[in-house]
């Protein structure tokens, strides 16, 4: 596609359920985020993967949530155990990661709601 | 650490009125500075940006802002609101030595009265 895709849409979960959320980024950008839109917190970042390298995992809250990235491309987000404080929007943006600065692309979001 | 503070969390201006929206930021290196915009169930999109050169930076939408290094500040502004312009704006720093991963404002939400 022409953008950045996120599924599902929408989710919704039971507290202490794990949940997985996906992302497709712009074909060729080798730069992935995942940050995290909710009312009490505002845009956080969360994680960032470049190329082969090793994420920065700086901004994840807990170690209940983990995010991998296959073959350079999809990314997923997981969090285990889910608590109701982690309903948010989850948003996904990639860029074309070279080393001049280029704009992130984010993609529609993933709306979480722990029960 | 980088910090972005956007002042007044609604704001509220009539159809073809100035609109002024306020950002400072703190950042230890130059900054790469960015407003971004969010329609209502919708990602964000990004109006303008700034990195080197000249300050007056215009993005799309008539949407303009300055850059000032000696107030750390960031303000857009659009000279005639329309209705479409109601929506969400953040306005963020990038954090050039951590992979260009953005720092965000709390938002400013513009409301446009008719």
């Known amino acids: 596609g022409a953008g950045v895709s996120q599924s599902p849409s929408n989710k919704v979960t039971e507290k202490g359920k794990d949940v997985e959320l996906r992302c497709d980024p712009i074909?060729?950008?080798?730069?992935l985020y995942w940050y995290r839109q909710s009312l009490g917190q505002g845009l956080e970042f969360l994680i960032y993967?470049?190329?082969?390298?090793?994420?920065?995992k700086s901004g994840l809250p807990s170690d209940r949530f983990s995010a991998e990235r296959t073959g350079g491309s999809v990314s997923t987000l997981t969090i285990q155990r889910t608590q109701q404080e982690d309903s948010a929007v989850y948003l996904c943006?990639?860029?074309?990661?070279?080393?001049?600065?280029?704009?992130?692309?984010f993609g529609p979001g993933t709306r979480l709601t722990v029960l | 650490a980088q910090s972005v503070t956007q002042l007044g969390s609604h704001v509220s201006v009539s159809e073809g009125a100035l609109v002024l929206l306020r950002c400072n930021y703190s950042?230890?290196?130059?900054?790469?500075l960015f407003w971004y915009v969010q329609y209502p169930n919708q990602g964000l999109q990004l109006l303008l940006k700034?990195?080197?050169?000249?300050?007056l930076v215009k993005g799309i939408n008539g949407f303009e802002a300055e850059f000032k290094k000696s107030e750390t500040s960031f303000h857009l502004t659009k000279p005639s609101a329309h209705m479409s312009d109601a929506a969400e704006y953040f306005c963020?720093?990038?954090?050039?030595?951590?992979?260009?991963?953005?720092?965000f404002g709390g938002g400013t939400r513009l409301m446009v009265k008719p």
């Open positions: 943006a990639s860029s074309s990661g070279l080393r001049t600065l280029n704009e992130q692309f």
């Open positions: 074909s060729g950008h080798t730069a």
């Open positions: 993967f470049q190329g082969n390298s090793a994420p920065d």
């Open positions: 950042s230890s290196v130059p900054p790469y």
């Open positions: 700034y990195t080197t050169g000249a300050t």
């Open positions: 963020a720093v990038s954090d050039q030595n951590a992979g260009n991963m953005l720092t």
